[in-house]
């Protein structure tokens, strides 16, 4: 009599055996209190320079204002993307969540592209027709907000393991910049009255977000698009494998990124005889890792000769 199926778990399916990669598909090591911090800090003064931007008429201060804005829905993208990153794989999604981290830097990045185009269609017209604007109510508000934007930098440069950590750093250090441009608009005048500085540094501003932006823009890219990790030399990994002792020759080769630092690699070999499989894969295990930093590693074996049968581990 033929005995039923024997029921497979999804946490033996996804367990992590003696040799397997030490990788286990979750985001660790990553600090939430970071991020929450940050956000509180960053919305709250973000409420009251709205106020005091639309109060003094500044676009430096209004554009700070609105910087600030997308920096809190920035940190609060990547906390929310953190937390979901933390979650074990699953039967629908056996590789993890890491690439939730990625996808919020990637809409973080789009944000800021639209809040650049806001503030250099605002500037553009304040060119032609200078507005009044009360040169010490913005400095005062620059100051207490370039302290706020200081604090949480600092707070972030914190944790350096995530993507998406580092791509709302690049929100806050862009408006660090912001604060640091209002700061001066409204010391500028307050004592020559020269209007056309408020539009002016807005733009300084708005070129040097628009690089950090696009710099955040072409990593996440990479990633989501399963690119190779630029530390990675994709060729070399191949000539790597086709030297190795017994191996004829590497096909349908791929290598990409699981999660943020975390390299993958899957690939067909022609062996010389299947028996000396075992010894090829523990010194190609080996060369990987120490060579390349790949850790996590599919191969399957196949002979020359139609006769031969592959084998996957």
């Known amino acids: 009599m033929k005995s039923p199926p024997r029921t497979v778990s999804t946490s033996h399916l996804h367990a992590h055996h003696t040799g397997d990669a030490s990788y286990r598909h979750v985001a660790e090591g990553r600090n939430q209190k970071v991020l929450a911090g940050s956000v509180a800090l960053t919305l709250g003064f973000a409420l009251i ?40 794989p699953s039967a ?34 304040r060119f032609s027709t200078p507005e009044a604007v009360k040169g010490e109510a913005v400095f005062t508000v620059a100051l207490i907000g370039l302290a706020v934007n200081l604090l949480v930098a600092w707070v972030l440069s914190h944790d350096r393991k995530s993507i998406n950590t580092k791509a709302a750093l690049v929100h806050v250090l862009g408006d660090l910049m912001g604060s640091v441009a209002a700061l001066v608009a ?16 807005s733009l300084v501003v708005s070129a040097l977000i628009l690089k950090s932006t696009l710099s955040v823009l072409r990593a996440s890219y990479h990633f989501l698009m399963e690119g190779v990790p630029h530390h990675i030399d994709y060729l070399q990994v191949g000539n790597d494998l086709s030297t190795i002792n017994g191996v004829l020759s590497v096909h349908d080769l791929h290598v990409w990124e699981m999660s943020p630092g975390e390299p993958a690699l899957i690939g067909h070999l022609e062996i010389t005889d299947m028996q000396q499989w075992p010894g090829i894969l523990r010194e190609i295990k080996s060369m990987l890792l120490a060579k390349h930093g790949i850790d996590h590693i599919t191969l399957q074996a196949e002979l020359p000769a139609a006769t031969g049968e592959p084998r996957d581990h």
């Open 186 to 201: 409204g010391v500028v005048i307050y004592f020559t009255g020269w209007l056309q500085i408020d539009p002016l540094l």
């Open 92 to 125: 629908k999604h056996s590789f993890g969540f890491g690439r939730a981290e990625a996808l919020a830097a990637f809409v973080n990045g789009l944000a800021m592209l639209l809040l650049v185009g806001w503030i250099t269609a605002e500037a553009i017209q």
């Open 49 to 88: 320079e709205v106020i005091a931007g639309f109060w003094s008429n500044s676009l430096a201060l209004i554009s700070d204002a609105g910087h600030m804005v997308t920096d809190a829905t920035a940190l609060g993208l990547a906390l929310l993307a953190q937390l979901i990153a933390k979650r074990p």
